[in-house]
Structure formats: structure tokens, C-alpha cells
């Protein structure tokens, strides 16, 4: 069945790295764009990256340029997304999602997405 099952999130002290991994089984993961979204308690869920695994284009949110990169390995079905100079206002439960590469909508709006993963925590300390 279709499933995105992430890892790699954890604890780090502020200017430290964490990458997170996500990998897709059940759908032509060739063929989808992949995102990952991030969501702290009380705030609304937040587009952070994707890319679309096809042709490697990526998009990333204004808070993250420059920090966080997004790539993908499609022989394993894997998309990852490298962060590094890690602050507290990263600390939030970071998803996966995908939706194929047709789909309507802005990349890195949540409500595009169909394919959901279950969530790794991020936690940053100062």
C-alpha cells in the first residue's frame, strides 16, 4: 500500500545538523513531487522544501534558503532533506508528503499533498 515512513529527526543544540530521510513505497516515486512540511505546537503547518524527483527542481521557504537543502535518490525511493545551522525556531514535527507531478497548487502548500508520512520530531536547544 502507498506509505512514507521518515526517520532521522531528534535533539541538537542551536548551529548543529540533523538529516531527515523519507521513503515512499506503493507509487511511482519517479513520477511525484515530494515535500517536506514542518508543523510546531499551536502554529499552522509550514511548507519548508520539495523537489520534484523527475528533474531534481527544488523550492524551498523563505526561512530555510540557504540552510536546508532537499534532494532525492530514486533507486531508493528516498528524499532526504539536509539542515544545518539549526535555531529553536526550527523545532516543530517535520512530514513528508507527496503528490504526483501533475497535481494542481503551489509546491509547498499542504493542502496539494495526498500522501502523508507520520512525522519526526525536531527539537532545537539554545
Known amino acids: 500500500h502507498v506509505q512514507l515512513v521518515e526517520s532521522g529527526g531528534g535533539s541538537v543544540q542551536a548551529g548543529g545538523s540533523l538529516t531527515l530521510s523519507c521513503v515512499g513505497s506503493?507509487?511511482?516515486?519517479?513520477?511525484?513531487?515530494m515535500a517536506w512540511f514542518r508543523q510546531a505546537p499551536g502554529k499552522e503547518r509550514e511548507g519548508v522544501a520539495s523537489?520534484?524527483?523527475?528533474?531534481?527542481?527544488?523550492h524551498y521557504a523563505d526561512s530555510v534558503k540557504g540552510r536546508f537543502t532537499i534532494s532525492q535518490d530514486n533507486a531508493k525511493n528516498t528524499v532526504y532533506l539536509q539542515m544545518n545551522s539549526l535555531q529553536p525556531e526550527d523545532t516543530a514535527k517535520y512530514y513528508c508528503?507527496?503528490?504526483?507531478?501533475?497535481?494542481?497548487?503551489?509546491?509547498?502548500?499542504?493542502?496539494?499533498?495526498?500522501?502523508w508520512g507520520q512525522g519526526t520530531q525536531v527539537t532545537v536547544s539554545s
Open positions: 508528503a507527496a503528490r504526483p507531478e501533475g497535481a494542481m497548487g503551489w509546491v509547498l502548500d499542504s493542502l496539494s499533498y495526498n500522501i
Open positions: 506503493g507509487f511511482t516515486f519517479s513520477t511525484y513531487c
Open positions: 523537489i520534484y524527483t523527475s528533474g531534481g527542481v527544488a
